[in-house]
């Protein structure tokens, strides 16, 4: 069986999580990646390459054809955050501390948060909650550009925690479009029973 992803124009992290979606709905057989840049083109390869299967890449006009095959089924040794997800299992917490993610430029922070969310809406195993303080608050509210994530991300049983001191310094406890008002106590009872990947 043949399987085609057109990837070319999405940002990432969507050609790898198209791509392995592609392949995980194969037995076995031929997945074609088209992707429109070298970043997309590494990462779907280094994606391949964790889960141990062989790809070739052709390029031409500035894109790339990368081809799967797929034997059967194959272990995958992911990795999130630098912590392999087979030690992880679904014992994890996912902190979000700011509304961007890195420091440097919020522009390129907002893109990034934007991005985590929605690979974590596509892991396979997702966490246990996502907990929100400070400004990561905002990523709640009305009009967040990461609400389809966290809504996805939700709808999988994964408890969504805000802040309630950090809504009520910000006034937005009124705004707030998904998940639930937590305290100090209760956030802490949440971070000191799971692994924390903190972006």
């Given at each position: 069986m043949l399987k085609e992803v057109d990837c070319r124009g999405l940002e990432c992290p969507r050609p790898v999580i198209l791509t392995r979606q592609a392949l995980e709905s194969l037995e076995k057989g031929t997945v074609v990646a088209l992707v429109d840049n070298t970043i997309a083109r590494d990462n779907v390869i280094r994606m391949v390459q964790g889960l141990k299967l062989d790809a070739?890449?052709?390029?031409?006009?500035?894109?790339?054809?990368?081809?799967?095959?797929?034997?059967?089924?194959?272990a995958s040794a992911e990795v999130f955050c630098g912590v392999a997800m087979e030690e992880v299992k679904d014992d994890w917490v996912l902190?979000?501390?700011?509304d961007v993610m890195g420091r440097g430029n919020d522009e390129l922070g907002k893109i990034l948060v934007k991005s985590l969310l929605y690979t974590v809406a596509n892991k396979?195993?997702?966490?246990?909650?996502?907990?929100?303080?400070?400004?990561g608050v905002k990523l709640a509210c009305k009009d967040s550009l990461v609400l389809d994530s966290l809504e996805a991300i939700a709808a999988?049983?994964?408890d969504i925690v805000s802040c309630g001191t950090c809504l009520e310094f910000f006034?937005?406890?009124?705004f707030l479009a998904i998940g639930r008002i937590g305290n100090m106590y209760d956030i802490v009872e949440?971070?000191?029973?799971?692994?924390v990947v903190n972006a």
């Amino acid at each position: 069986m043949l399987k085609e992803v057109d990837c070319r124009g999405l940002e990432c992290p969507r050609p790898v999580i198209l791509t392995r979606q592609a392949l995980e709905s194969l037995e076995k057989g031929t997945v074609v990646a088209l992707v429109d840049n070298t970043i997309a083109r590494d990462n779907v390869i280094r994606m391949v390459q964790g889960l141990k299967l062989d790809a070739t890449v052709q390029e031409k006009a500035g894109e790339y054809q990368i081809t799967i095959n797929k034997e059967g089924s194959s272990a995958s040794a992911e990795v999130f955050c630098g912590v392999a997800m087979e030690e992880v299992k679904d014992d994890w917490v996912l902190l979000l501390s700011a509304d961007v993610m890195g420091r440097g430029n919020d522009e390129l922070g907002k893109i990034l948060v934007k991005s985590l969310l929605y690979t974590v809406a596509n892991k396979d195993i997702p966490p246990k909650a996502v907990v929100m303080l400070n400004t990561g608050v905002k990523l709640a509210c009305k009009d967040s550009l990461v609400l389809d994530s966290l809504e996805a991300i939700a709808a999988r049983g994964v408890d969504i925690v805000s802040c309630g001191t950090c809504l009520e310094f910000f006034k937005l406890k009124e705004f707030l479009a998904i998940g639930r008002i937590g305290n100090m106590y209760d956030i802490v009872e949440i971070l000191a029973a799971h692994r924390v990947v903190n972006a």
